[in-house]
């Protein structure tokens, strides 16, 4: 039994890049990084890795992170420049009994211990869209938007565990602002006994529920994961509704030990893909505002 779920349609050929590494008997942390890689790498995905939207200053920062569900060690960059996958890092952070998060120039300096490449990551469209950005800012429009993180969560034929996300962030960010993503708890959290979850949105609101987390817990109390995801994104939803009359972007995945999964969101529609050693598949997870409900579409491919 093996399976991988990842956030966004943009996941979809990493997604069966890394299934079909999965199924070769490969590792779950492995088969996190082959999908995540593959969306890094694109520049057409603005939110994550090369030609990910810059900061207010015009520099695409990133944020990675990496977790085994075996040892629940953590490896985790925030604010990294230069490198177009901010996760190998995190990955490679996992190696070690100490300095697992590191920031800035630290991650940089452990990016070129391990003979990354440095590269520009601000391609001519992020650019311009960036200067867009500035003048609608100018004329009194909301800076901030975008911020759609790859999360993956997978279990290999060995039932060992791991996730992954990987992000630029929130577009137009504060130099030094950092989201959910690189957070343990927040934007990630897998236990190999239990199951994993990750999380995309608005990073600023996911950390208050610590997300991810909560699913986890929830799926250790005896909830599906479906259950589990549905269950923290309402909690939190209205709560923050509740307490600040609004409540950011929240969308979900998770999968459990025996290749469940469930996704939810406080969005319209919020794409997913999952592969397993039964099927390939796209859902999409739908928020029924009016009903506080979700809907669960899935489409399978294979
Ligand atoms: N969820 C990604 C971020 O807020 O940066």
Not at 162 to 167: F, I
Not at 284 to 289: P, T
Request: proline share 3%; charged share 20%.
């Amino acid at each position: 039994m093996w399976g991988i779920i990842g956030t966004w349609a943009m996941a979809e050929e990493g997604i069966k890049k890394a299934g079909h590494f999965l199924s070769n008997h490969g590792s779950a942390m492995d088969a996190c990084e082959v999908c995540v890689r593959e969306v890094e790498k694109n520049p057409a995905f603005t939110s994550v890795g090369y030609g990910g939207l810059p900061n207010e200053k015009g520099r695409v920062s990133l944020d990675a992170a990496a977790m085994d569900g075996n040892t629940l060690q953590i490896g985790s960059v925030m604010g990294v420049e230069d490198f177009k996958h901010p996760s190998a890092i995190a990955k490679d952070l996992l190696n070690y009994r100490f300095n697992n998060v590191l920031v800035g120039k630290g991650a940089k300096i452990h990016g070129l211990k391990m003979n990354l490449k440095e590269e520009n990551l601000l391609t001519e469209a992020s650019k311009e869209a960036w200067l867009n950005h500035v003048h609608a800012v100018e004329q009194g429009l909301s800076p901030y938007d975008g911020h759609d993180t790859v999360c993956t969560v997978a279990v290999d034929v060995n039932q060992a565990m791991a996730a992954m996300t990987s992000t630029s962030g929130l577009f137009f960010k504060a130099e030094g602002r950092v989201g959910d993503a690189p957070l343990p708890g927040s934007g990630f959290y897998v236990d190999s006994e239990i199951g994993g979850a990750a999380a995309t949105g608005l990073g600023e609101d996911i950390m208050k529920g610590i997300l991810s987390y909560e699913i986890v817990r929830l799926m250790s109390d005896g909830l599906n994961p479906q259950d589990a995801c549905e269950r923290a994104v309402t909690n939190l939803h209205e709560k923050l509704t509740r307490k600040n009359k609004k409540a950011g972007d929240l969308s979900v995945i998770a999968m459990n030990h025996k290749v469940e999964f469930g996704a939810a969101t406080n969005i319209d529609t919020f794409p997913f893909v999952v592969a397993t050693d039964q099927h390939l598949m796209r859902g999409k997870a739908h928020f029924r505002a009016s009903k506080h409900s979700q809907e669960i579409v899935c489409t399978k491919l294979l």
